[in-house]
């Protein structure tokens, strides 16, 4: 079995998560999920009954690898490109309120919570992260991570602010010469009579 998160096959982790998912009350499907596309690249609705379930680990599953996640950038990672006919394909975001719904369903379970220091987003909880790690799927094939050692992303939560003054500015400036003496160095260049060359 694989001992990271990095090393499970997501074909098979993703299927396993969302089974765990489903045990979850506060993770349920709204009714308008079968006639709402994911996206304006989209041409259809999703097909496959479980896709709730199935965004919604692979939704978790990043925010694990990422850290700290919002929905502007789980939108770039679900888009695709839109068939505009004749004209050249353009990659299209999905959209946002699957995402936004699926976030706010995992944060009343207790595993998902808001950050807004240094990163503004989202990311797992304790026991967000538990859940991920009870999953265990075999490893993806060709792997090898006897030598390797995976230390999570870790998210600083206080903000250290410097106030310095101008006074600080100045005493940090090059020692012997002022913005006055600069300046009249400077006059005094300019005043200076041009030497004749014969």
Excluded: H
Aim: hydrophobic share 35%.
């Amino acid at each position: 079995m694989a001992q990271t998160i990095y090393a499970k096959d997501p074909e098979l982790f993703i299927p396993a998560l969302a089974d765990a998912l489903k045990k979850i009350p506060e993770f349920e499907a709204p009714e308008w999920v079968a006639f709402v596309k994911t996206g304006t690249s989209r041409e259809r609705p999703p097909v496959d009954e479980d896709f709730w379930y199935i965004r919604s680990a692979s939704i978790l599953r990043q925010l694990y690898i990422k850290g700290v996640v919002g929905v502007g950038k789980l939108r770039s990672r679900y888009g695709s490109r839109k068939d505009r006919g004749g004209k050249p394909d353009k990659f299209k975001k999905s959209g946002g309120k699957i995402i936004r719904v699926i976030l706010q369903q995992a944060e009343e379970a207790g595993l998902v919570e808001k950050v807004a220091r240094l990163q503004f987003g989202r990311r797992l909880t304790q026991s967000g992260r538990d859940l991920l790690d009870s999953i265990e799927v075999e490893e993806k094939k060709g792997l090898d991570f006897e030598n390797t050692i995976v230390v999570p992303k870790e998210v600083v939560e206080d903000i250290q602010e410097e106030n310095i003054s101008a006074e600080n500015v100045q005493e940090e400036a090059v020692e012997g010469e002022s913005n006055e003496d600069i300046q009249e160095e400077v006059v005094d260049e300019e005043t200076k009579p041009e030497e004749k060359t014969e």
